[in-house]
């Protein structure tokens, strides 16, 4: 059984950054691919980015792409999601996921999850 564990949300304002972590614990950390989600009040849950077990490929949804990096350092088990230049509609509760199986973009590729961090980007 793999525990996850997110850290890092807050109340930041529009153009801050703020950097997420995510640690997962209970089994092979190098094995496992990682993703990260969100969900705003009202709507479903969402991609935002997921790295391989191997951290070579990294795959970002549009709405974030080229403004926040996922990168993992397996020697602390950790995964960060640095996220930079944040909007209102960024705001949302992020959640880290893991999985043994092959990196996915959908909430049903992933067997573990964290129970989330709040972030919150006034105007």
């Known amino acids: 059984q793999v525990h996850v564990v997110e850290s890092g949300g807050g109340l930041v304002q529009a153009g801050d950054s703020l950097r997420l972590s995510c640690t997962a614990s209970?089994?092979?950390?190098?094995?496992?691919?990682m993703g990260w989600f969100r969900q705003a009040p009202g709507k479903e849950r969402e991609f935002v980015a997921a790295t391989t077990w191997s951290g070579v490929d990294t795959y970002y949804s549009d709405s974030v792409r080229g403004r926040f990096i996922l990168y993992r350092a397996d020697a602390k088990n950790t995964v960060y999601l640095q996220m930079n230049r944040l909007k209102p509609e960024d705001t949302a509760v992020y959640y880290c996921a893991a999985d043994h199986s092959r990196v996915g973009t959908s909430v049903l590729e992933y067997d573990y999850w964290g129970q989330g961090t709040q972030v919150t980007v006034s105007s």
């Open positions: 209970g089994g092979s950390f190098s094995s496992l691919a």
